[in-house]
């Protein structure tokens, strides 16, 4: 035997010593490998998938928000496509007139009319409805019940005052609220992001002069000043929006503020520095993604706060039009219809709902930036 087999010999002898000392078997000395190495994103996505709850909140949120986007093609008085005498029509896209399905008008058809239905129903003719046959404005003028009607097959969650479709106005409702809440949440995250940094890295006179400006803005009465300026202005969300957008960004602000202040001393920073980076290129390129931490985990509790915001400005009458399906104004609706139930607690339902769903995910996401467990696997 030569010597360098009597080598190897001795070197897989004193590795199997080596595994039984440590209580591994021989056979399975070669099973133990070490793990790959993650990045610090791929470490948070773990930790965030392993938060059940919040992981399963966001892909509840997440096909709910898709669903609503096609709201149209789900919930609407008018079918998605219809086939008349051998031609196809397109109810979603264009009006037609009553007079093109054998009525006697030019009027844009009512397809709720008994009579059109008919028609639709006769052999060559068909049609296909949204599984929910109504849009969140629509008055049914054939309904056999008065308003506001009690869940049944012909409204699954009943109607309000108005004769409107419940479950189409939660449906519509939730997508306006979802997507105020988003606008919102970005238009006071840019601000808060760019107030806050500012702060931090300059610190000095900039710092002090805006602190105090945010102290004195944060304030002012917000809720006077919706009440002075929806006296003024004619209800929209565009107005609401702006009005909001004024004040949502001064809590985020703080946050990064402090990341800077933090940052800014590091040796990363001193290092730029060094090599001559502006301060731009520094701010943005290397402190702000070190500092969005704070950013990331406040995105669902600004959008929670935001959906309550305007929810409750509905109540009041203060938020969107009238003619704008919205969530506070059921609940106005079921606060005044004490004995149609059905309308204040499926809304109060859709709020519950939502709100829960963002708390959830936020809870995930602290869970999952939470610096103390960087290092978990």
């Given at each position: 035997m030569s010597d360098e087999t009597v080598g190897r010999v001795a070197t897989r002898q004193a590795d199997d010593e080596q595994s039984e000392a440590v209580g591994l078997k021989p056979d399975l000395r070669n099973a133990v490998q070490p793990l790959p190495s993650m990045s610090p994103n791929q470490q948070r996505w773990r930790r965030f998938r392993q938060h059940r709850l919040g992981y399963a909140s966001l892909l509840i949120f997440s096909f709910l928000f898709v669903l609503s986007l096609f709201s149209e093609v789900l919930s609407n008085d008018r079918p998605m496509l219809v086939s008349y005498q051998g031609t196809m029509y397109f109810p979603l896209l264009r009006d037609y007139p009553e007079a093109t399905f054998g009525g006697d008008f030019q009027t844009p058809a009512d397809y709720l009319d008994p009579y059109i239905r008919e028609q639709f129903s006769r052999p060559g003719n068909w049609a296909i409805y949204p599984l929910n046959p109504y849009r969140y404005d629509t008055l049914n003028y054939f309904a056999t019940q008065p308003n506001p009607a009690a869940p049944g097959a012909q409204n699954w969650l009943g109607t309000d005052d108005r004769g409107r479709d419940v479950l189409a106005r939660a449906l519509y409702g939730f997508r306006v609220s979802v997507l105020f809440g988003m606008a919102l949440t970005v238009i006071g995250v840019l601000l808060g992001v760019?107030?806050?940094?500012?702060?931090?890295?300059?610190?000095?006179?900039?710092?002090?002069?805006?602190?105090?400006?945010?102290?004195?803005?944060?304030?002012?009465?917000?809720?006077?000043?919706?009440?002075?300026?929806?006296?003024?202005?004619?209800p929209s969300i565009t107005l609401l929006l702006i009005l909001l957008s004024l004040f949502g960004w001064l809590?985020?602000?703080?946050?990064?503020?402090?990341?800077?202040?933090?940052?800014?001393?590091?040796?990363?920073?001193?290092?730029?520095?060094?090599?001559?980076?502006?301060?731009?290129?520094?701010?943005?390129?290397?402190?702000?993604?070190?500092?969005?931490?704070?950013?990331?985990?406040?995105?669902?509790?600004?959008?929670?706060?935001?959906?309550?915001?305007?929810?409750?400005?509905?109540?009041?009458?203060?938020?969107?039009?009238?003619?704008?399906?919205?969530?506070?104004?059921?609940?106005?609706?079921?606060?005044?219809?004490?004995?149609?139930?059905?309308?204040?607690?499926?809304?109060?339902?859709?709020?519950?709902?939502?709100?829960?769903?963002?708390v959830f995910i936020g809870e995930a996401l602290r869970d999952a930036f939470d610096t103390r467990k960087s290092g978990g696997r």
């Open positions: 760019m107030a806050g940094a500012l702060q931090g890295y300059f610190g000095g006179r900039v710092d002090l002069y805006l602190q105090r400006f945010s102290e004195v803005w944060g304030s002012l009465p917000e809720l006077y000043l919706l009440l002075i300026f929806a006296s003024f202005f004619q809590g985020l602000a703080d946050y990064v503020r402090a990341e800077f202040l933090r940052n800014r001393q590091l040796d990363y920073v001193r290092a730029a520095r060094a090599l001559g980076l502006g301060n731009r290129q520094i701010m943005w390129r290397h402190i702000l993604p070190n500092s969005l931490t704070p950013v990331i985990t406040f995105l669902p509790f600004r959008m929670s706060v935001s959906i309550t915001a305007l929810t409750s400005l509905d109540f009041l009458g203060l938020g969107v039009p009238p003619s704008t399906p919205s969530l506070g104004e059921l609940l106005a609706q079921g606060k005044d219809n004490l004995d149609a139930w059905w309308i204040g607690l499926s809304a109060f339902a859709v709020l519950f709902v939502t709100l829960l769903l963002l």
